[in-house]
């Protein structure tokens, strides 16, 4: 009998345990220079190569009392741990070097220490040319991106967590979770007219006038918009500044599917050129009509390129519409060649009409 448990145990023993196929990382979220933990704060795990797994969204969680997180069940690989929490700058920006964790199969990452900096903070009002508030204007901080030199106009990338910026009943905004540094501060009309009155349209037949993005300390030209300084956990305020406004002009056409046929009810959306340097947003909106056309109004001199959504309607018979899902690419109909050309809008100094917009899936 001895001889048989002994042979028994020989062979379990003689079998090698399965070898772990996934990973683990953890660790603690600090505030910068102290011990001190950060409870709450979001934890997003990003793969920074190729994994060897299957590949899903990005996990998350959030840092408990300890200011600790854990992520287990990793495929092996390499990620990078991006932290945010409100009120302290995030831990990484755009232009800064990501540091990253490679994860081996049954490998565990326990020692992983993350130290956020207090935001600095950014407050200020926007007012209309009579010197009232300018309520519901959308704000946009900015850090100049790197680019040429010589005199090449400035471009400028959002500041990372901000939301939706937008002045209130008094003209006032505050923007927080700011990492040091030099920023720029801009204020426009939201894309469907909301914020501030619109300047009266001239009686006379002369071009319309509206508000547009304006730069601090109130000039509507980036290569002239004053930096502002912030300093980490320092509040800086008083930054004031009034909306300029500029000729305006209408943008019409109709949409239609690539047989000729009118998209009704399409959400047509004008984005500002992101070669002229700046990702400010919508500059206007408009939906179509039953036999696809649409117009927009208020539109500043400048190039802008058109993004078209249709709508999917969802009922108990299926889905109908046309269309089977969200945003499709537009273009514009009628280029060099007869060929579709990227639907790019330039508005100088008259309305443009005439836009054919075709969306494709």
Same mark, same amino acid.
């Given at each position: 009998?001895?001889?048989?448990?002994?042979l028994? !145990?020989?062979i379990l023993?003689?079998q090698a345990?399965?070898?772990?196929?996934?990973?683990?990382i953890?660790?603690?979220?600090?505030?910068?220079g102290?011990n001190t933990?950060i409870?709450g704060?979001?934890?997003m795990l990003?793969?920074?190569?190729?994994?060897? &797994?299957p590949? &899903?969204?990005?996990p998350?969680?959030?840092?408990?009392?300890?200011g600790r997180f !854990? $992520?287990d069940?990793?495929?092996?690989?390499? #990620?990078r741990?991006d932290?945010? *929490?409100?009120?302290? =700058?995030?831990? $990484?920006?755009?232009?800064?070097?990501?540091?990253?964790?490679?994860v081996?199969?049954g490998? =565990?990452?326990d020692?992983?220490?993350?130290?956020?900096?207090?935001g600095g903070?950014i407050? &200020? *009002?926007?007012?209309?040319p009579?010197g009232?508030?300018?309520a519901?204007?959308?704000?946009?901080?900015?850090?100049r991106?790197?680019?040429?030199a010589g005199g090449?106009?400035?471009?400028?990338?959002?500041a990372p967590?901000q939301?939706?910026?937008?002045?209130?009943d008094l +003209?006032d905004?505050?923007v927080s979770?700011l990492a040091?540094?030099? #920023?720029f501060?801009?204020?426009m009309r939201?894309p469907?007219?909301?914020?501030g009155?619109?300047p009266a349209s =001239?009686?006379n037949g002369s071009?319309?006038?509206a508000?547009t993005?304006?730069f #601090?300390?109130?000039?509507t030209?980036p290569?002239?918009?004053?930096p502002?300084?912030v %300093? !980490?956990g320092k509040?800086?305020s008083?930054v004031?500044f009034?909306?300029q406004s500029?000729?305006?002009f209408?943008?019409s056409?109709s949409?239609?599917? %690539?047989n000729?046929a009118?998209? !009704?009810? =399409?959400?047509v959306m004008l984005?500002?050129d992101?070669?002229?340097?700046?990702f400010?947003g919508?500059?206007g909106?408009?939906q179509?009509?039953? /036999?696809?056309r649409?117009v927009?109004?208020?539109?500043?001199a400048g190039?802008?390129?058109v993004t078209?959504?249709v709508?999917m309607?969802?009922?108990?018979g299926?889905?109908?519409?046309?269309?089977?899902g969200?945003?499709?690419?537009a273009?514009?109909?009628g280029?060099? +060649?007869?060929?579709?050309q990227?639907?790019?809008?330039?508005v100088? /100094?008259?309305d443009v009409t005439?836009v054919?917009v075709?969306i494709r899936p």
């Amino acid at each position: 009998m001895q001889i048989l448990v002994g042979l028994f !145990a020989a062979i379990l023993s003689s079998q090698a345990a399965p070898a772990a196929t996934t990973g683990r990382i953890a660790g603690r979220v600090t505030v910068d220079g102290t011990n001190t933990p950060i409870t709450g704060a979001r934890i997003m795990l990003i793969p920074a190569g190729r994994l060897n &797994g299957p590949i &899903g969204r990005p996990p998350q969680t959030t840092t408990d009392q300890e200011g600790r997180f !854990a $992520f287990d069940g990793l495929a092996p690989g390499e #990620y990078r741990v991006d932290v945010q *929490k409100t009120g302290f =700058a995030p831990s $990484f920006s755009p232009g800064m070097r990501p540091s990253t964790i490679q994860v081996a199969a049954g490998q =565990a990452v326990d020692d992983v220490r993350v130290q956020l900096q207090r935001g600095g903070v950014i407050t &200020g *009002k926007v007012l209309d040319p009579s010197g009232e508030p300018f309520a519901d204007a959308r704000i946009m901080v900015m850090r100049r991106a790197p680019g040429p030199a010589g005199g090449a106009a400035p471009r400028f990338i959002p500041a990372p967590m901000q939301g939706q910026q937008q002045t209130n009943d008094l +003209g006032d905004f505050r923007v927080s979770g700011l990492a040091p540094g030099e #920023y720029f501060v801009a204020a426009m009309r939201g894309p469907s007219g909301l914020g501030g009155p619109t300047p009266a349209s =001239a009686s006379n037949g002369s071009a319309r006038t509206a508000f547009t993005t304006t730069f #601090y300390p109130g000039t509507t030209d980036p290569a002239v918009a004053q930096p502002i300084g912030v %300093e !980490a956990g320092k509040e800086l305020s008083n930054v004031i500044f009034t909306m300029q406004s500029a000729p305006a002009f209408r943008v019409s056409g109709s949409v239609v599917d %690539e047989n000729g046929a009118p998209v !009704a009810r =399409a959400m047509v959306m004008l984005m500002g050129d992101p070669r002229n340097g700046m990702f400010m947003g919508p500059a206007g909106n408009a939906q179509t009509q039953e /036999d696809g056309r649409f117009v927009i109004g208020d539109v500043p001199a400048g190039s802008y390129r058109v993004t078209a959504t249709v709508p999917m309607t969802i009922s108990s018979g299926g889905i109908s519409g046309g269309f089977v899902g969200g945003t499709f690419t537009a273009f514009s109909s009628g280029g060099a +060649g007869g060929l579709n050309q990227p639907a790019e809008i330039v508005v100088a /100094d008259t309305d443009v009409t005439g836009v054919r917009v075709v969306i494709r899936p």
